[in-house]
């Protein structure tokens, strides 16, 4: 098959500078579109995906299974845990498990301020820090017992919606009128946890008025799920359930699934607007150029070989405006925190995100470019040769 | 704009390029459905939140907590706000959810007492209050969560670890009560967390809607020093404190809302330059013949108004569907935003796609009518 130069093509697209910017900007707004859904699903999806080699296990109240933060377990459940429970994982004899309280609280940025700020406060132990091995300090120091310490979360000014300097070590939040000292700050990459405030969790106790705790995550050693299940289908008493970390996230990955298909069908939507625009002006582009096409066919050139030519003209268009889009995308959207009540992550430009927008791209120049190709080239050569 | 008998014309003009038409109107169509989805989102939040002079309904909670699963107040704080003068009402409450985060499918079981349930304007087209006392999990739920469960009267309900019996059906004008199943506070109170004697709020009527501020501050002044201090304020204010992120999101649904009428202007007058581009011809042939300027500038507008509605009416018709089949509720904390597209909605999305009709048309319309006969001949 003889094949018409890709010079062809490329000189072709500056004919109409105009028609070449309508089609650069709608391919881009399509393609953004189509990046921001996908960085907004997997920044959702990553901030709930607990780690791979992660053997963690929550045990909390039966009936809370899909939300620790309603879960009320007794104070004592830690201590029954490890001594009827053999093979939770210890190192220097010291257990991972962490007894926790997830509470939402309104704190204020000063004593006398009016103004509700809403934060995710989760009481720990040290012990939190051998289970949630994602933590990282990155400023200051853990929160001691008895101080009203808090250790910020990297997101959690995004949550409260304060300054981040408002949470930087040194700085204090007041709660039911009681000032706190913020203590430290941490990151924790790939988790729901970068948005909280966490504190010593006898501390918490002591703030809300409450004994019990929300629930109790451990991690196993020579144990298996099983065995901690068994105990708490044994210990009716204490009314438990255990899930591991994983099938919680996945859960609450799956309670989102709405939400997900909403940004979806929005983002479809408005993109299928696009498209169908774009399809319109390709289809003025080719139907203009049919004397054009049918002088190429009388001098040779195959029908296959104009497609593939037409075709390199819409995929020239569409690649460029996927390297505008994911430009622009990765400048304006990377890293944007989504508070989302209870939680909060960000939304992720990545490598999923720039294969989605490759591919729609690519759908774009090779679909958009069919329908009108086919519609010129249906002609017979010398209807075409007089066509105006 | 133009006579009726000059409306065949305008027709044959839209079906004459079916392609490109059906581009269009498939484009228009989907901007469109955005735009009504959107529109019925903010709808919903106004609803929900807006307050109004006639508001007698206050919201008692525990001071400095959200979502229901931290607000505990001790029920015998009925007895000592029913005491404050200008409450005519008290109604404890506890509220269990199976989850407080914002979603599209969240349960929210309201634990009321009989006498706060007789007293709040429900309808029931299905099922009784009486059918309610008699079971101690009998449970009367909202239509919208009615809907969107597949539930019947008779029918079991498990959510939040709590299982209930459906007794009824409810309606209400309060967009609250409509994605909710209101069961026996005692029941709650014991099924989720044994909690007996602890409510999560307390829903206060006062006598005279002008009290209501002062009232607010009255209850809390009375529990300031409690081991449980309180925080009041109106139903609506209540809302709109819990629902903060969703107006976040709506706010920035509504630049959504704004770029779908920007691809339905871009859509409508690219179709239309594209039709008079083509149209060169016809108009060098009517100008000829005798027809004024004004008139096909018209032709060309009522063109461009034509595909809009036409478009907007498709659009607007399969939101309208797809609400009422999908019994949208965006829930938050326990408090609901019922997402329907109503008769304002498309009222309005008709009246906006007319004026971007008119508009998109207006510059092609123009073109056309301003060139010269010769010009448009030497153009074919």
């Known amino acids: 098959m003889r094949r018409l130069p890709l010079d062809y093509a490329i000189r072709n697209l500056g004919r109409s500078m105009g028609r070449l910017a309508a089609l650069l900007v709608g391919n881009a707004l399509v393609i953004s579109l189509i990046i921001a859904a996908t960085a907004f699903v997997e920044g959702m999806r990553s901030s709930m995906s607990p780690q791979d080699a992660s053997n963690n296990v929550i045990v909390l109240a039966t009936g809370s299974e899909e939300s620790i933060e309603r879960s009320e377990v007794p104070g004592t459940t830690p201590g029954i845990l490890t001594a009827s429970v053999p093979g939770i994982l210890e190192i220097g004899g010291t257990p991972f498990v962490s007894p926790e309280i997830l509470s939402a609280l309104i704190v204020r940025a000063s004593p006398d301020s009016k103004e509700d700020l809403r934060a995710i406060v989760r009481g720990v132990t040290p012990g939190a820090f051998l289970v949630h091995d994602r933590v990282e300090i990155t400023a200051g120091r853990e929160p001691r017992a008895g101080s009203n310490e808090m250790l910020a979360g990297e997101l959690a000014h995004e949550k409260l919606g304060v300054p ?173 925190a989504v508070s989302l009540t209870m939680g909060i992550f960000q939304l992720s430009v990545d490598s999923v995100a720039a294969f989605a927008a490759v591919f729609t791209g690519f759908a774009l120049g090779v679909l958009g470019a069919i329908p009108p190709a086919w519609r010129c080239l249906r002609l017979s050569i010398p209807e075409a040769l007089k066509a105006a | 704009m133009i006579r009726p008998r000059m409306l065949p014309l305008v027709l044959k003009y839209i079906v004459r390029h079916q392609a490109r038409t059906l581009l269009t109107l498939g484009g228009i169509a989907s901007a469109m459905f955005l735009f009504c989805a959107v529109q019925a989102m903010r709808d919903g939040v106004a609803e929900a939140t807006q307050e109004t002079a006639d508001e007698t309904t206050l919201v008692v909670y525990r001071e400095n907590r959200f979502c229901p699963f931290t607000s505990e107040l001790p029920e015998d704080y009925g007895r000592k706000i029913a005491a404050i003068p200008g409450v005519a009402e008290v109604s404890p409450m506890r509220i269990v959810v199976n989850n407080c985060r914002a979603a599209l499918d969240v349960v929210t079981y309201r634990g009321v007492t009989e006498a706060s349930l007789r007293s709040m304007d429900l309808m029931l087209p299905e099922g009784s209050i009486d059918d309610w006392t008699r079971r101690n999990d009998a449970a009367l739920v909202g239509v919208r969560l009615a809907e969107r469960r597949g539930l019947k009267v008779g029918d079991r309900l498990s959510a939040a670890g709590v299982t209930v019996t459906i007794a009824g059906i409810l309606t209400s004008t309060n967009p609250q009560d409509q994605n909710v199943a209101y069961v026996h506070l005692d029941f709650l109170q014991r099924a989720a967390g044994n909690k007996q004697g602890i409510v999560t709020q307390f829903n206060v009527r006062v006598a005279d809607s002008t009290q209501l501020d002062a009232v607010a501050a009255a209850i809390d002044e009375v529990f300031s020093n409690a081991q449980a201090p309180t925080w009041t304020s109106s139903e609506k204010a209540f809302v709109s404190r819990a629902i903060v992120d969703i107006v976040r999101l709506t706010s920035f649904a509504g630049w959504l809302g704004i770029g779908s009428l920007v691809a339905v202007f871009a859509l409508v007058a690219n179709a239309i330059s594209l039709s008079v581009r083509d149209r060169i011809k016809d108009h060098a042939i009517m100008q000829t013949i005798g027809y004024p300027e004004h008139l096909i500038a018209r032709l060309v507008v009522a063109e461009s108004l034509i595909l809009s509605l036409l478009g907007g009416v498709l659009g607007l018709s399969l939101a309208v569907l797809v609400s009422w089949f999908g019994s949208f509720t965006i829930s938050v904390e326990g408090v609901s935003i019922v997402v329907q597209a109503d008769i304002a909605t498309i009222l309005a999305g008709m009246a906006i796609c007319a004026a971007i009709g008119a508009s998109a048309g207006l510059l092609p319309a123009l073109r056309a009518a301003r060139m010269s006969t010769a010009e448009a001949f030497r153009a074919v």
């Open chain 1, 164 to 336: 981040a300097a408002a949470l930087a070590p040194g700085q204090s939040l007041w709660f039911d009128g009681v000032e706190w000292t913020v203590s430290g700050n941490f990151r924790a990459p790939g988790t729901t946890m970068s948005g909280e405030l966490w504190t010593s969790l006898t501390d918490l106790q002591v703030a809300t008025k409450r004994d019990g705790l929300s629930c109790v995550v451990l991690r196993l050693g020579s144990a298996e799920f099983a065995d901690i299940d068994a105990f708490t289908k044994t210990r009716v008493d204490l009314e438990l359930s255990a899930i591991t970390e994983a099938d919680y996230y996945a859960d609450l990955l799956r309670f989102y699934r709405p939400i997900r298909i909403m940004i979806w069908v929005t983002a479809l939507l408005i993109a299928t607007a696009g498209v169908l625009g774009g399809l319109n002006t390709l289809y003025s582009a080719f139907a203009a150029r049919v004397r054009e096409i049918g002088t190429l066919q009388s001098l040779g050139f195959s029908r296959r070989a104009i497609v593939l030519s037409l075709m390199q003209e819409s995929l020239l268009v569409a690649m460029s405006s996927v390297l505008i889009a994911l430009v622009l995308c990765r400048l304006a959207l990377d890293g944007v």
